[in-house]
């Protein structure tokens, strides 16, 4: 893999990242620290940087009203849509690596709206925290699993078949949410279900972020630590085998990751499309499709991208905006504009 493949950019950005990717994760990591700063000062509240700055390192009284918001509600908020951003572009980029496609995510192919439809039956419930996890990782497993025996694919490589199966799966699986929001009380559980699914990050409890570094955090880690098996396997499966790789267990490692990332995502907040397939494409602009740099560039890519889409979330109008509406408003376009513009992209 020391070539780029056809169609692969070649300019001398792209020679500097696959070269001193070491810089590259540098740089995105000052982007990463710069726009959570930003993110604590920017909402209904405006707080300056010097305020920020001197509640971060204790020097202001942690009582005071701007305190509270920087470190009860702001800090956390920001790190739990870094962590599910990073979560949700690992796995939509490990999923892609391992079909040879670059429209895979896990929304795409169904795990997303399954794991939505397995939430919101623990919320029509009344279930609490630990429940809902579970049905969402239920759901979501299980509509992943339910795409693949449709689509008959034995192997790893992608298909027309496969996106069409998980757009089948996801718009079944969309079908049983509205069933189950039109069961529910609208005057109880119905707005719960309907604002929940938009994706916010404004229900976050210290329970959320605990879960959130198990589920999340846990797999994507396993993620990038096997990016040079999921480097490999893009190749092709029997390239992979070749060179002495156990290609069945990596898919089945890859696909439960990816599977416990995006249920616990939607636990957390809700259902956000678009961070999973949007992020790993642009970002294998700038690297090209080495799994070894691309993976560890789309987690702080994700991060960077999900924290800025929900500080405009709840900055743009006096009500928050669902996140979920914000990334879906910006990553729609981008996409269509890499398609017209960056068709040989992938290969």
């Known amino acids: 893999m020391t070539e780029p493949p056809t169609g692969t950019p070649t300019g001398s950005g792209l020679a500097v ?61 920001i790190l739990a849509a870094g962590i599910v951003g990073a979560g949700l572009s690992v796995s939509g980029a490990a999923l ?12 795409i192919l169904g795990i997303t709206p399954g ?5 919101a039956i623990a919320i029509l419930m009344g279930a ?29 490589s992608g298909s027309l078949m496969l996106i069409l199966c998980g757009i089948i799966c996801g718009a079944l699986f969309q ?42 955090v846990l797999p994507a880690g396993v993620l990038l630590a096997a990016r040079w098996q999921i480097s490999l396997l893009s190749l092709g499966e029997e390239h992979a085998q070749a060179l002495g790789l156990d290609v069945r267990m990596l898919v089945l490692l890859i696909v439960i990751a990816s599977a416990l990332i995006a249920s616990a995502a939607v636990a957390i907040a809700g259902m956000i499309a678009w961070v999973g397939l949007l992020v790993p ?9 080495d799994f070894r740099i691309l993976l560890p560039a789309s987690a702080l890519c994700g991060a960077i991208y999900l924290i800025g889409a929900d500080t405009l979330a709840r900055s743009l109008t006096f009500y928050e905006i669902p996140v979920g509406i914000i990334t879906a408003m910006i990553g729609a376009p981008v996409l269509i504009f890499l398609i017209r513009k960056e068709t040989g992209w992938w290969q």
Request: glycine share 8%; hydrophobic share 55%; charged share 10%.
């Open 175 to 216: 079908a049983l949410t509205a069933l189950v929001k039109y069961l529910a009380d609208p005057a109880d559980r119905l707005p719960s279900i309907v604002f929940w699914l938009m994706g916010s990050f404004n229900h976050l409890t210290p329970d959320l972020i605990l879960y959130s570094l198990v589920f999340i």
């Open 281 to 289: 494409n642009v970002v294998r602009i700038l690297t090209g499709p």
């Open 17 to 77: 990242v696959r070269h001193h990717p070491t810089l590259f994760y540098l740089v995105l990591l000052f982007l990463l620290i710069v726009s959570a700063f930003i993110a604590l000062g920017t909402g209904p509240v405006t707080i300056s940087p010097v305020y920020i700055f001197t509640a971060l390192t204790g020097s202001s009284a942690s009582g005071t009203n701007p305190s509270s918001i920087i470190l009860d509600i702001r800090f956390t908020r």
């Open 96 to 107: 892609q690596g391992m079909f040879r496609n670059p429209l895979v995510s896990s929304h």
């Open 128 to 156: 609490p925290l630990q429940v809902i996890a579970l049905f969402s990782f239920l759901g979501g497993i299980g509509a992943l699993f339910l795409t693949i025996l449709l689509a008959g694919i034995r192997g790893t």
């Open 115 to 119: 794991a939505g439809f397995g939430a």
